[in-house]
């Protein structure tokens, strides 16, 4: 295992510009490419997967938002308190009745579909590891510096704000379905980061004057089958970095998320989103709100798909952030230190998947 030329075939792959899908296109495949599998040692230290057929099984909890669209007060005071919970205990909770219609849901996952199954000259176009690029298609961003690679390609849209306009570098096979989305899971952003003010008990408006949903970046995710799913992941176990994430999947599932030392694998719900609470928040809430550790396992049937909608503070012009005075009660003390998003930014791109963006900044 040990003496094969890793970075050698980590360049082969990545100068393919063809991705995960590249290669088991060119296949038959029958077997994972050394630089997919996971070392033993880490597949030996796996954490249980609590078995989702046995009845005792936890799941993440589920929002129903329908109420506070009716401006039910009572209504609205059970969402927040069912948030409140969630963002403490399991980082996790999914959404319905969110307001954004399934024909809008499947025309993005469809759109990621066409995006990832096109030509591939079209894809090595814009195939680049150039993060200052808006808009760029890759295969694990961490390639050169994770212990192996994911069966993962990706394709970003990055630091969309409402003073964008021009979405002329959004591929065409994809763009208008991506435009509809964009702009519904904005509006759900502003409505979520209201109800995550609330559940933190600060005023609705706390976190939007903040700036924590102004910019997002979209990760537009394709996920192949997998010849020897056990061997590798779709996603290396992580933390989201940003203020929060809305994640759209479709149906074949695969997402797992830590709960109690064990994970859990999150049931796709028909028109359902996934909400998560990311590194910023639970900084800014002073270890109220939870980021959790999740991953995605690789799978025989696939592909599979999803977009993770992360909501991020601006970088320019640099704002400084740090524990919300208001969530620092008598005798408490702030739990990290003040930043920009500027700086926890490049000192986060230096690092591998995994290493939490927590660390960086703790007292
Ligand atoms: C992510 C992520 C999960 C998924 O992009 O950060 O966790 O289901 N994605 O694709
Ligand atoms: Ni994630």
Redesign the pocket.
């Known amino acids: 295992m040990d003496n094969y030329d890793r970075e050698k075939e980590l360049k082969a792959f990545d100068e393919s510009k063809a991705g995960v899908k590249g290669l088991v296109d060119t296949g038959p495949l029958t077997q994972l490419p050394k630089i997919f599998i996971r070392p033993t040692d880490e597949i030996a230290n796996d954490l249980d997967t609590w078995q989702s057929t046995s009845s005792d099984c936890p799941e993440i909890p589920l929002v129903d938002l329908r109420t506070i669209f009716e401006n039910d007060r009572e209504g609205r005071d059970e969402i927040v308190r069912q948030i409140r919970k969630a963002s403490e205990t399991w980082g996790f909770f999914q959404v319905i009745n969110h307001g954004i219609q399934s024909c809008v849901l499947e025309g993005m996952i469809d759109g990621v579909r066409a995006f990832h199954e096109q030509d591939v000259e079209a894809k090595k176009a814009i195939y680049s590891r150039d993060r200052s690029k808006k808009v760029r298609f890759e295969s694990n961003v961490d390639l050169y510096k994770s212990r192996s690679a994911n069966w993962r390609d990706t394709m970003t849209i990055a630091r969309v704000t409402p003073e964008d306009h021009d979405f002329s570098e959004v591929p065409e096979i994809c763009r208008d379905r991506m435009l509809d989305y964009i702009k519904c899971i904005r509006t759900l952003g502003e409505t979520l980061l209201e109800l995550l003010a609330e559940a933190l008990g600060l005023k609705k408006n706390h976190l939007r004057e903040l700036d924590c949903s102004r910019a997002q970046t979209i990760?537009c995710?394709y996920y192949p089958a997998c010849p020897e799913p056990d061997l590798t992941l779709g996603?290396s176990r992580?933390t989201?970095s940003t203020f929060f994430?809305v994640?759209l999947?479709d149906q074949l599932g695969?997402?797992q998320v830590l709960h109690q030392e064990r994970w859990i694998a999150v049931k796709p719900i028909s028109g359902g989103l996934i909400v998560n609470i990311g590194d910023l928040l639970q900084i800014i809430s002073n270890d109220k709100f939870k980021s959790v550790d999740?991953r995605?396992v690789a799978s025989y049937v696939g592909p599979r798909i999803?977009t993770?909608c992360f909501f991020h503070g601006v970088v320019d012009p640099p704002k400084v952030y740090g524990p919300i005075k208001e969530l620092i009660l008598d005798g408490d003390h702030p739990l990290y230190k003040e930043f920009t998003v500027k700086d926890y930014i490049i000192k986060l791109f230096s690092r591998a998947i995994g290493e939490s963006g927590l660390d960086q900044l703790r007292i």
Do not use: K, R
């Open positions: 990760l995710h996603a992580h989201d994430t994640l999947q695969g997402l999740h995605v999803s993770a």
